[in-house]
């Protein structure tokens, strides 16, 4: 039993719990106190000063955010004065920002507008000189616009405290104060993951995606090339969101019928590639088992992890699947086997991933995961601009009769599917594993103990008589601190996955932003999206990635076997070690 | 000289900021030379002090038997005084600035000039007095004798109790209890906890921290060893900024001194109490004197403030429970322990206890350095001190507590100097400086100046700050452009009273305090820069213009000197001034002998 206080909320008690702060027991009884700095997942920052409240006994205000309530306080959070003081401070904020609203990205969809509506400004006082910066578009994946930045600090807190990549921090001061990567350097010469979790997290349009919609719907008007479209799981699972509709809702059907309405010729399923990953994967993890390969193996599905592992944990290379990802396996695919299929020329198909991850920007360009010379994907798009290609192109996606992906490559199982939520390559790689090495059908496939949202998971399976320690860590930060367990500890675990960001790819950087009654990165809403994957898993007949008869055939037509020289031309690649400026140590190499 | 063979004379040359620049190192030189001339090198130890306040009439030499004061005096009068002082015992009077001798409370007779009569020196007791390059000169007056006696006679509770008892309240600037601030991080769970020196003196003009650990570096030293047995702590960390190396060198070799002597590290005086000190070193931000940023810089990260509570106490450097105290609250520590808390309590008024360091400055003849009792009144400070404002001027405003501080008029002078007074004339305390300023400021761009500076000092975190001061500094500058706007004066009130209750630091409490304070008690002169486009006190070349009027007798001599050539008219013939071409330099008016050319 927690103990408890009376505080007075606008001269009315409340018994609320003691130990916490103003704004959380306000949050409980019903005052939703207005803010922007704050963010649940990340530490106080007490910045914005949006969350002011007037405590009697106080000469000033308090942030709400963080200061603990105690016995008898009372707070007011609506005087005339309160009011005002709020108003004003987000009227000096909006004056230091560009007035560009209607040319804005995240016009009907940012916070500071929200806010802005909220407080009820409907007059200036206090215009002056704003600040005046380039955009950053070094990266392939995020756009930075400082002159967006309002100085929150939530990408900062977010890159250093859940992703500790560290590449954000605050710089210069006063007026001329900006959030920058170390020595203002590009985010591509930067340690930047290209995670896009601050994308998410950032309340106005200072970070978003690398936009290629303009020349998407530019290349889906030449006849010349055929068009082809993929679709990750974690994409179905929460583009309803940006059309208003609760997390959870899986729409995959919709979603191909759009992209066909868009001007896709063919639709395939990123869960199909996902199968083949886990046959590729499982099978390399047998064989590191068995022939005493390094162990324990790491997954090398998440772009922005690969990015992390490369600069970060380079020392841990050779302990990594040398499998590509699902959209580059896929890729690569469409460009061989399905363009002879087909007998075209592979240069004539336009290869378009729609992804929830921005990282995966950066993974397309990647020069290692060329085909024959091509690009095995040419463009990626996220789920955010995928809806927005949608409503620009003027395709009713919530009433849109639902269509089936393509074949070959559009058959998936539930494994595949469940691969965007945290734990899922795991479980979907025990599925086929047990079978390949026992020759027995694993029963229990769904392994609890992998799933949920716990920074760093452990399981254990029996295979063959022999214990196989697995772990699976979902962002960054617990993937570093994971890693340095593996340091520790190598003898600890065979396998593991990790995903780059918080929840896993349902969390990912390119996913819808979050509505105007909730948080980015709620937890809630990745638990919705997540069992939006497991509901796709457990409908469907066909359950471990093995039996896919698409994923068969394609091993008899065209790769022979799992690891095969065919396979590894293919579907595998190489990483290496990566020496960004801005981390200690590589300044004083050069 | 030998230091263990008694001098016959000792010669003592302030080698405070003021006085570095007066050329004390060349005077020491000088000094020494005469001394050897006359065969006196021998029989007279040289002591290079630290700062002894009197800056406005540096250089400062005393010749000890005799505490005689020579100031003032230039380096060709060395060997004057050294022959008639020295050598033919008698005075060179035109050089001394002693009269007659006056008891002082601390170990030693200052003199009498009005300048230390209303003085009270308990933090700077030992400044200007002692070479602070010698372990044995600090002991020799009852240095670490604090030290022993607590560490001998006092559980460390009972040494809380003493702080609690004698009223000190914090010397950086919010005054608050210093005994409280030691036992609420006493009753936190150890066992590592830490003691902080906070020596990141930021404020434009002042330098009391920087002189008094240049002048006594120990006494910080032994402040802090006593803090660190208190509260349970055996690290210690100075915290100052890089810009005083001369503080820096003085305290390493305190530090070091005092570790050879047992003063400082494992097992001190054989007590079984450990303590050791650090230095670490400020990069230059204003905003890092403030207690939470300070700690931020000390772990490596960018200093910017953190919203409190937590405080310090609870959760300070590294997460552990820590003491923070500015460089005079340490320094008053020793006495306090020394002298007991009801001495020190005797001195003040009733919340305000002890006494208080101000750096002086503006127009004021006697800038420097001072410590007064806690209740002495500005008009004290200002004119018995001070000296008064010169060249026969009036006084108009007097700033306390720093770029943050209030500018308080003539109404305001006997305004007692304590925490809660000056709070209530609009001002603050701050960390002691003292701008006085005469009828020749405008007080519209005093209060831009000091806002500038804070806003340039903002680190950037909170909005109200960040932006706030940025609009108010703009407004400022447009009223002092003349183009200022009916409503500017309510939008400065209105952003001021939400930037001083919304920031999150003192910073940007405090940053708005110049304007806020200016407006209400000089609210005409900001009335006639907006509505008549007029600076009464002329600084605002934008509002200013010059014209020639009858006195002209046509000599020309304003024409040649004018840099724009805005002047015209033929010899013998009135001249006349092109508004268009005149920059408002001034230039004429300087050179007119005839009155002729005024500015409106």
Redo the contacts between chains.
């Keep these: 039993m927690k103990e408890k206080v009376i505080v007075y909320f606008n001269n009315k008690p409340f018994e609320v719990e003691a130990e916490q702060t103003i704004m959380q027991a306000a949050d409980k009884i019903g005052f939703h106190i207005p803010r922007l700095c704050y963010h649940p997942s990340l530490s ?7 969350c ?1 409240v007037e405590v009697e006994g106080m ?3 308090v ?1 709400s955010c ?3 309530v105690s016995e008898g306080m009372r707070i007011h959070t609506n005087t005339k004065e309160i009011r ?2 709020r108003r ?2 987000v009227e ?2 909006l ?2 920002h560009p007035q560009d609203c209607h040319t804005c990205e995240r016009d009907g969809i940012c916070e500071l507008q929200r806010l802005a509506y909220a407080m009820g400004l409907r007059q200036r ?2 215009e ?2 704003r600040k005046r910066y380039e955009k950053d578009l070094s990266s392939a994946a995020v756009i930075r616009d400082p002159e967006k930045c ?2 929150c ?1 939530r990408c900062v807190r977010l890159c250093s405290e859940v992703q500790k990549a560290n590449t954000l ?2 710089a ?7 959030v920058m990567p170390a020595y203002d350097m590009g985010l591509n010469e930067s340690v930047c993951t290209g995670c896009g979790q601050c994308v998410n997290v950032c309340p106005t349009a200072a970070f978003l995606e690398k936009n290629y919609t303009q020349e998407l719907f530019e290349r889906l008007n030449d006849p010349e090339v055929i068009k082809v479209a993929q679709v990750a799981p974690s994409v179905r699972a929460a583009i309803g969101e940006a059309f208003g509709l609760e997390p959870g809702r899986a729409m995959a059907g919709e979603t191909v019928a759009a992209l066909k309405r868009l001007g896709f010729d063919y639709v395939f399923d990123t869960q199909f590639s996902a199968d083949l990953t886990i046959m590729e994967e499982a099978s390399e993890l047998l064989e590191r088992l068995q022939s005493g390969g390094k162990l324990p193996m790491i997954t090398s599905c998440s772009s922005a992890w690969m990015k992390c592992l490369e600069q970060f944990h380079p020392d841990l290379i050779p302990n990594v699947s040398t499998c590509k990802s699902p959209m580059s396996m896929m890729g690569a695919l469409t460009k061989t086997y399905w363009a002879d299929k087909i007998k075209t020329d592979p240069k004539k198909i336009l290869a378009v991933a729609v992804m929830c991850c921005t990282a995966k920007k950066y993974e397309a360009a990647r020069p290692e995961l060329r085909v024959n010379g091509m690009p095995a994907t040419d463009l990626v798009i996220t789920t955010r601009e995928a809806a927005w290609m949608f409503k620009s192109a003027g395709i009713d996606f919530l009433n849109i009769k639902p269509e089936r992906f393509d074949e070959p490559l559009g058959l998936s199982s539930g494994a595949g599917a469940i691969f965007g939520a945290t734990g899922g390559v795991m479980e979907a790689a025990i599925r086929t594993a047990y079978e390949l090495c026992t020759g027995e059908t694993l029963l229990e496939i769904e392994l609890e103990s992998l799933r949920g949202f716990k920074g760093i998971k452990e399981g254990k399976v029996m295979m063959d008589g022999k214990e196989i320690r697995v772990a699976v860590a979902h962002g960054l930060g617990n993937a570093n601190e994971l890693m340095d367990v593996v340091r520790a500890d190598p003898e600890r675990y065979h396998f593991i996955e990790i995903m780059g960001c918080p929840g896993g790819c349902i969390g990912g950087g390119g996913q819808p932003y979050a509505g105007s009654n909730s948080i980015p990165l709620d937890e809630e809403c990745l638990r919705k999206r997540a069992e939006a994957l497991y509901g796709i898993d457990r409908a469907n007949t066909i359950r471990r990635s093995h039996e896919n008869p698409h994923v068969q055939r394609i091993y008899k037509e065209l790769l022979g076997r799992p690891l095969s020289k065919k396979s590894h031309e293919l579907l595998h690649t190489h990483y290496s070690a990566k020496e960004p400026r801005g981390i200690i140590g590589n300044e004083t190499k050069e | 000289m030998n230091n263990n063979v008694t001098p016959d004379y000792i010669i003592t040359i302030c080698d405070g900021p003021s006085c570095i620049h007066k050329k004390s190192k060349e005077l020491k030189e000088s000094v020494t030379a005469q001394l050897k001339r006359f065969g006196l090198l021998d029989k007279t130890r040289i002591i290079l002090s630290g700062c002894l306040g009197m800056c406005a009439k540096g250089p400062v030499m005393i010749i000890n038997p005799g505490y005689t004061i020579y100031a003032g005096f230039n380096i060709i009068d060395v060997p004057e005084i050294i022959e008639e002082h020295l050598v033919k015992k008698t005075q060179v009077s035109r050089l001394v600035v002693q009269e007659d001798n006056l008891y002082n409370r601390f170990y030693r007779v200052f003199g009498d000039v009005n300048f230390f009569g209303k003085q009270m020196r308990i933090a700077l007791r030992n400044c200007g007095i002692i070479d602070p390059e010698s372990i044995d000169d600090y002991l020799s007056v009852r240095g670490y004798e604090a030290l022993a006696k607590v560490l001998s006679d006092m559980q460390p509770q009972d040494v809380v109790q003493e702080l609690k008892k004698c009223g000190l309240r914090g010397r950086g600037g919010a005054g608050f209890p210093t005994g409280l601030k030691w036992s609420l991080t006493a009753e936190q769970p150890g066992p590592e906890k830490f003691v902080i020196c906070n020596a990141d003196e930021g404020d434009p003009g002042a330098f009391m921290d920087r002189s008094a650990i240049e002048g006594d570096p120990h006494t910080v030293i032994e402040g802090m060893v006593i803090g660190g047995y208190a509260i349970g702590a055996s690290k210690g960390i100075v915290y100052i900024r890089a810009e005083y190396p001369l503080a820096i060198k003085r305290l390493e070799k305190a530090i070091a001194d005092a570790r050879a002597e047992g003063l400082l590290g494992a097992n001190i005086l054989d007590s079984g109490f450990s303590f050791d000190l650090e230095i670490r070193l400020g990069a230059g ?1 204003f ?1 890092c004197g403030e207690e939470t940023a300070l700690i931020q810089s000390i772990e490596g990260r ?1 200093g ?1 403030p ?2 409190r ?1 937590p405080y310090p106490s609870v959760k300070g450097l590294f997460g552990k429970p820590t003491l923070i105290n500015n460089v005079e609250t340490w320094a008053n520590i020793p006495v306090i322990i020394l002298d007991g808390a009801s001495w020190f309590s005797s001195v003040g008024t009733e919340k305000s206890k002890g006494t208080k360091v101000f750096a002086l400055a503006g127009n004021v003849v006697n800038t420097g350095l001072v410590e007064v009792p806690m209740g002495t009144t500005l008009r004290e400070i200002i004119y018995d001190i001070g000296g008064g404002i010169p060249d026969g001027k009036q006084f108009k405003a007097v700033q306390t507590g720093g770029p943050s501080g209030g500018c308080m008029p003539e109404q305001y002078l006997d305004t007692p100097v304590d925490y809660e007074s000056l709070q209530q004339a609009g001002s603050i305390m701050g960390s002691g400086g003292m701008i006085v300023m005469d009828e020749g400021a405008c007080m519209v761009n005093i209060a831009r100046f000091f806002l500038e500076f804070t ?10 700050c ?6 108010m500094l ?1 407004i400022l500058t447009r009223i002092t452009e003349g183009k200022g706007e009916a409503e500017d004066i309510d ?1 400065l009130e ?2 001021g009273r ?1 930037i ?5 630091c003192g910073l940007g ?1 405090s940053a708005p305090n110049p304007v806020l304070s200016t407006i209400a008690n000089f609210r005409e002169e900001y009335e006639e820069h907006v509505r008549d486009k007029k600076c009464r006190a002329g600084v605002c070349t934008a509002l200013l213009s010059y014209t020639i009027n009858e006195k002209c007798v046509g000599c020309g001599a304003c024409k040649r000197v004018c840099p724009t050539a805005a002047i015209s008219g033929a010899v013998k013939q009135r001249h006349v001034i092109d508004p268009a071409k005149c920059v408002r330099c001034g230039k004429c008016m300087e050179t007119c002998k005839f009155n002729a050319i005024v500015r409106g």
């Design positions: 106080i920052e007490g910045a914005c000063r949006v002011i000469r000033n205000y942030a963080a200061f603990p005002q003081a004003d401070i000096l904020i004056d230091n006082h206090f002056g000189e309002i100085l600090g921090g605050f210069h001061r006063g007026f001329k104060a900006n | 931000a905003v960018r910017m953190r919203p509570p806003q340039n000092e903002s680190c950037g975190k909170c909005t109200p960040r932006e706030g001061t940025k609009r703009e939008k209105r952003l939400m001083k209750k919304a920031s999150l409490q």
